[in-house]
């Protein structure tokens, strides 16, 4: 299976510009996507095909990478953006999931 | 407007069998591929599988022989059913649409308790 692995944690200030990183064992091209998920709820599409804006999300998020290299950039993030962050790729089967990068503004 | 919603049980006892609907609305199943994910407590997201808008099937090998999905697309419906089930089953399991590739509607939901 295809490991993605994310930093399980990071804390910025607001008005701060965050990367969160997620690395692949094996190629996905550029079938990665991203979510946000807060507690309790379910995830939400940020970026998918490792680049676009889904509708509705605001222009602080941005996707970038392929390959094995993918980063989701929040710039600036705002108090609003805590959460958990999941990557996900959809090149090989089985699709999986990183472990999420959970983000706390300090 | 797009939906999906669950529904389910609360308990499923140990070495039972679950049963979860997903019940879909603003779209036709035979246009979009639903899958279902899982969640545990506290931990992330696990990819279950996936009923293709064909009318196909795809299942992750880790839950081997014991996961079956189905649907109806009369009702709107997808099916998941998942035997022998252990207390490490006990997690949050959504449905979720794929939107050539990637999951652009969720579900809220359904949170699943294995007991002994």
């Known amino acids: 299976d295809t490991v993605l692995t994310q930093s399980p944690a990071l804390a910025v200030s607001p008005g701060e510009r965050v990367t969160i990183s997620c690395r692949a064992s094996?190629?996905?091209?550029?079938?990665m996507h991203w979510y946000q998920q807060k507690p309790g709820q379910q995830p939400t599409l940020l970026i998918y095909l490792a680049s676009n804006l889904e509708s509705g999300v605001p222009a602080r998020f941005s996707g970038s990478g392929s390959g094995t290299d993918f980063t989701l950039t929040i710039d600036p993030v705002e108090a609003d953006d805590t959460a958990t962050y999941y990557c996900q790729q959809s090149w090989n089967d089985p699709w999986t999931f990183g472990g999420g990068t959970k983000l706390e503004l300090k | 407007q797009v939906q999906l919603k669950e529904t389910g049980p609360d308990l499923v006892q140990l070495t039972q069998t679950l049963s979860i609907t997903c019940t879909v609305s603003?779209?036709?199943?035979?246009?979009?591929?639903v899958h279902w994910v899982r969640q545990p407590p506290g931990k992330g997201l696990e990819w279950m599988g996936a009923?293709?808008?064909?009318?196909?099937?795809d299942y992750n090998s880790a839950f081997k022989s014991r996961l079956s999905i189905s649907r109806d697309t009369s009702k709107s419906q997808v099916f998941l059913k998942m035997n022998s089930l252990q207390t490490d089953d006990t997690a949050k399991y959504f449905c979720?649409?794929?939107?050539?590739?990637?999951?652009?509607?969720w579900g809220q939901g359904v949170m699943v308790t294995v007991s002994s």
């Open positions: 094996e190629s996905v091209s550029t079938l």
């Open positions: 979720a649409r794929d939107n050539n590739y990637y999951f652009d509607y």
């Open positions: 009923m293709w808008n064909g009318g196909g099937t």
């Open positions: 603003g779209f036709s199943l035979t246009t979009y591929n």
